[in-house]
């Protein structure tokens, strides 16, 4: 039997350095727990005055004010992880917040609200994005995230229907996911002939798929995450689904970041029965119906600009409960409580049929899987 061979020593800078370390843990420790001290006694200041915990506009504030002030050397997604289970931690010293997402663990609904609540929040795993909803109704959840669109696909219909059917919940944060699919497996790429995903994952990589694995067939399945759980037992096959679920299922990531476009995004709404305060980077979500005649659309779209509002979406999607007519969602720069917004909001009033505001939340940036 071999020796262990011995760590070299150098000119005994390595020990020193180490104590060095360990000396910046401890203080690190310190200054961590009283922080949470802190937030703890935020927390009593809000229960007084009935405040909410969750606070995005804040959140985003903190994050960015200590990443326009972090040089280096830690990477900017190293600071913000970090801080992001600082802030979910010191959150559920206030209260532990319960989150509802779609799909199975390590599905991209899931990665977007840990993203965006961290590790310390309870969650709720549901199988579609209407239960989510339902979650939020019932209030045996304080929060959902569900996907809204995706840069590639575009929509997400279910979602805008939610909405729809479910007038009293608002938009209170959103979470801009960059997705980088992986094909998982545990055989060979030459030997893979199925590959599963979700139809919206296969679509985002037809191309590659095309190119790469024109031997394969391809399954559509309900997640992500059911695939790479799938392919787990299953000879010969692949999935496309995050590095996460990978991990989480024992399957080796073949190939990484497969999707055609590079910039390929996915935006989530977080859900609830309030929206957010005013921090004056903010948008504000609506839908609206229209009479049917010519220049209707017109009509509202020269209400924002005369008003100087910047549309930074508009969709539109059948009315499934009146055939032929059709809803419009649209979210936009600004806050309802700012005079330009509510201005155009009285004026929509009158162009509209009906107009059902999804409240106002934070701009946040992009985060990658």
Known sequence: MSARKSEPVGDGKLPKLRAEIDRFDLQLLEILNKRAGVAAQIGAEKAKVGGEVFNAGREESVLGAILKSHKGPLQDVTIKSIFRELISGCR?????SRVAFLGPDYSYSHIAALERFGQSAEYSRVGTIQAVFDEIGRKHANFGVVPLENSTDGRIADTLDCFVRNPGIQICAEIRLRVHHHLLANCQPAEVRRVYSKAQALSQCRQWLSKNMPHASTHEVSSTADAARLVQTEPFSAAIASRQAGVRYGLKSLFASIEDYTENETRFAVVALADSQKTGRDKTAALFQIPHTPGSLA???????????????????????????????VDFEGHQDEPKVKKVLKALQSLCDEIHLLGSYPVSVVSEE
């Open 92 to 96: 559920a010293l206030q209260s532990v």
């Open 299 to 329: 009509d509202v779209l020269v209400a924002f600009k005369s008003n100087k509002i910047n549309l930074t979406w508009i969709e539109s999607f059948p009315y499934r409960e009146a055939k032929g007519e059709y809803v419009f969602f």
